[in-house]
């Protein structure tokens, strides 16, 4: 990652998991940040997470959904990361309507105020694996179909494509990286409404019970966070990025039930119990999902660094002082 210094960086997002270990990154390579977050109670944003940059970074408390008042950050920004984003699969099947305002129209809202005061700006938007839903060949890659199978995912879609269409009709200099099951320190810790991964972080920590269903033998793909956000940096300062789409994904895979397994292993606490599947959730889990990272390696020369023993294991560190903060 080459140094910030001097840009101005605006991030979507910015209390969440993954925008606040991004905007700690970017302050620290020399970045002028401004976050962009109303604190949405149904999503991971904890005012805790920027407790250590509170002092070089800007917030601008507001609705994604506003369109006059993101218009009023988007403006000579160099770099704009777009995380804001209603993150629970399960409440897009509740609430579908608040899903599709935020991760749907929001995203118009930014992309279109980028094309109408700063279309010089780079975008970089952040989509999911899920977005792909059961898949049909694997190691799936970036031109795998999209079949998602909840509404989250499919609304993550579509302002996946809205990030393309607005790089070709528009000539924005835009970037979509796909994660998955990202995991580390400033997750949402204390739901399952989130990624699971994190949940059973949480489960352990609290030294409670984590409960995989059937024997957990669907395979998934985690990455720890310090690796997105480095693909986000890269994908952010490179020219070959603009209007494409990248996986960035961890290089091994593990079955649900070896995650758990390691959780409680790495953190020291907590127990793994198996259970029957519960009626419904079979519906919607995709079966084993093995994802490609290539792309991104030979584009950007971006590689995961960190392993799923070394990720537990600075999670475990992070969390020890301030767990009370993220079980509320
Ligand atoms: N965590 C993962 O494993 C994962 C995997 C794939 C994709 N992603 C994507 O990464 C991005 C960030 O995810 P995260 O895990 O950090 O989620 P998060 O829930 O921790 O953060 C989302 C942030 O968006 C804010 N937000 C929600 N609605 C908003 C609105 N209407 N206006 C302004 N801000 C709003 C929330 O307050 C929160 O701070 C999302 O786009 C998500 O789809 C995450």
Redo the contacts with the bound molecule.
């Keep these: 990652m080459k140094t910030m210094e001097g840009k101005k960086v605006l991030i ?9 270990n991004l905007a700690s990154k970017c302050v620290q390579l020399g970045a002028k940040v401004t976050i ?11 005012l805790f ?1 920027i407790t250590k940059i509170s002092d070089s970074i800007q917030v601008s408390y ?5 369109f006059d008042q993101v218009s009023q950050v988007v403006p000579e920004k160099d770099i704009i990361f ?7 699969h399960a409440f897009s099947m509740r609430e579908p309507w608040i899903d599709s ?3 749907s129209k ?1 995203v118009i809202n930014l992309l279109e105020a980028v094309r109408r005061f700063n279309p010089k700006a780079k975008f970089i ?6 977005q792909l839903g059961k898949l049909s060949y694997q190691p799936a890659d970036e031109k795998h179909p999209e079949f998602p199978t909840d509404i ?1 995912s499919a609304n ?1 879609s579509v302002s996946e494509k809205y990030t393309l269409i607005y790089s070709k009709a528009f000539n924005i200099r835009s970037t979509v990286i ?6 580390g320190p ?3 810790i204390h739901s399952s409404e ?2 699971f ?2 949940y059973f972080i949480g489960l352990a920590l609290q030294g409670k019970d984590i409960t995989v269903y059937g024997e957990g033998r669907q395979t998934r793909n985690v ?1 720890y ?1 310090d690796d ?1 956000v480095s693909a986000m940096v890269l994908a952010a300062q490179s020219e070959e990025s603009t209007g494409e789409v990248f996986f960035a994904v961890g290089d091994e895979h593990f079955s649900v039930s070896e995650i758990a397994e390691a959780t409680v292993k790495y953190l020291g606490k907590g127990k793994v119990i198996y259970t029957d599947w519960p009626i419904g959730k079979k519906a919607t889990d995709i079966g084993d999902a093995i994802l490609s990272n290539k792309k991104i390696k030979k584009t950007l020369g971006w590689s995961p660094k960190i392993n799923l023993e070394s990720g537990l294991v600075q999670t475990k560190e992070y969390y020890e002082n301030c767990l009370k903060e993220y079980l509320r």
């Design positions: 979507t997002g910015g209390l969440g998991f993954i925008g606040s962009f977050d109303c604190l949405d109670p149904r999503s991971g944003g904890n997470n507001h609705n994604i959904l506003d777009s995380c804001a984003s209603s993150t629970s305002d935020v991760n929001g938007h952040l989509g999911t694996s899920t989250y993550k796909r994660l998955s099951n990202v995991f400033k997750a949402s989130f990624t991964n994190n990455l966070v997105a």
